[in-house]
């Protein structure tokens, strides 16, 4: 429903049939705020670091292990955000080669 760029901004998806309402819940719920649009983007530079480093299957591993709950039972924060980075240019990227 959401797309993210590296700097952290929200963006309403490009599917027509879900657009206006990503748009309304972006809007509504104020996801494209500076503050949290810097704490994605902190969030997006944390996992980034070194990433090219890593081959497919660690970063495959890497978006299984951030949608686990931790020690203290908390999700990764701004786990979809990285999901839809890692998938979208280091999984998409490579497989397209």
Do not use: C, W
């Not at 998938?87 to 990227?93: F, G, N, Q, R």
């Amino acid at each position: 429903m959401f797309h993210y760029t590296g700097a952290g901004e929200i963006l309403p998806t490009t599917d027509e049939n879900l657009s206006s309402r990503a748009s309304k819940s972006i809007e509504v719920l104020s996801l494209d705020n500076l503050s949290l649009n810097s704490q994605r983007e902190e969030a997006i530079n944390g996992i980034l670091e070194g990433i090219d480093e890593n081959s497919q299957e660690d970063i495959k591993r890497i978006l299984q292990n951030i949608f686990e709950i931790d020690s203290r039972g908390r999700y990764t924060p701004f786990a979809t955000t990285i999901a839809y980075i890692l998938e979208k240019y280091y999984l998409d990227a490579e497989l397209s080669s």
